[in-house]
């Protein structure tokens, strides 16, 4: 006898219908529905992907409510802050599903605050290896767009962590003369090489990151012996492959950057191939650890 698919009840399905957006038939949608900046969409038509794949279909209208021309059914206001828990097979195109969205958004950045680079999106992966095919599909679908994508490398410091008055003043006069912007205003990546000209170390002042995690808290803890310095500039946090970021192996990492990211917006999204090892569990006890420490922070 044929076993009977779990369903939603009517009333849950309405409610479903309410809460979350319409998935994404086509990427044609993207920029149709979401405003997706144009660069971006035909970068995805180049890279030879002409339809998306269902864990694409079901993410990325959640991860671009907030850009959507028509937000009808309305979805929540928390819509637009959700952290989101994806769980999709492997090579399913999770990474696809990730990228677009972060680009976007620095895209959608740069456009409002030219020159300016104080918001970042970190994308944490458990190997080097992930990392750099990452950095690579992100790089291939970012040509054109001005944002720029760097995979975390030792000895290399998070610019972010130091705020640096002249440094952006520098950063948007050389902006300001930056000929020949498209219409869309989506510029070469010549302005975006900002190197603090006053260290000797390597820094980085990426509009996205992508790393390990230990390479990430080496870096934050680089001049601090015992705690992780703050990531306040992070809006966007994707842990990639979280199953094996919230395993014992690499959960106090993980951990650790996650209550680096002190930014009040920050959006935290999940991608794991499994439920294994009570990821959702993990999941929603670590977020509600969070948005509780936050809590008591803006209370004071
Ligand atoms: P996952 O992270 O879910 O395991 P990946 O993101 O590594 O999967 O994607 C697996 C493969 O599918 C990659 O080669 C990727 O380029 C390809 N891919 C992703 N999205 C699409 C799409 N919409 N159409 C066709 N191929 C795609
Ligand atoms: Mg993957």
Known sequence: KKKKE????????????????????????????????????ANIGEQGFSVPTEVQMGSLPLLLWNSAIDKTPSSPKESQELDLLVVAPTGSGKTLAFLIPLINNMVQHHRQNPGQREICSVIVAPTKELVGQIV????????????????????MQVMDLIHDEENLLEEKSSSESDPGSSSDNETEDAKSKSK???????????????????????????????????????????????????????????????NACTN??????????????????????????????LAIENSQ
């Open 6 to 41: 779990p369903t939603l009840s009517k009333k849950k399905q309405k409610e479903a219908r309410q809460l979350y957006p319409e998935p994404l038939v086509s990427f044609q949608e993207l920029r149709n529905k979401y405003r997706v900046s144009r660069r971006l969409t």
């Open 136 to 155: 690579n599909e992100g790089r291939k679908l970012a040509v054109g767009t001005g944002v720029t994508i760097t995979a975390m490398r030792k000895g």
């Open 196 to 258: 603090g000209k006053k260290t000797n170390t390597t820094v980085t002042k990426s509009d996205i990151l992508v790393t390990t995690p230990l390479a990430l808290v080496n870096a934050l803890s680089a001049n601090k012996t015992k705690s992780v310095s703050p990531l306040p500039s992070v809006e966007h946090l994707v842990l990639d492959e979280a199953d094996v970021l919230l395993d014992p192996l690499f959960r106090e990492q993980t951990s650790a950057i996650w």
């Open 264 to 293: 009040p917006r920050l959006r935290i999204s999940l991608w794991s191939a499994t439920m294994g090892s009570n990821i959702e569990e993990l999941t929603k006890e670590t977020i509600k650890k969070r948005r509780e420490s």
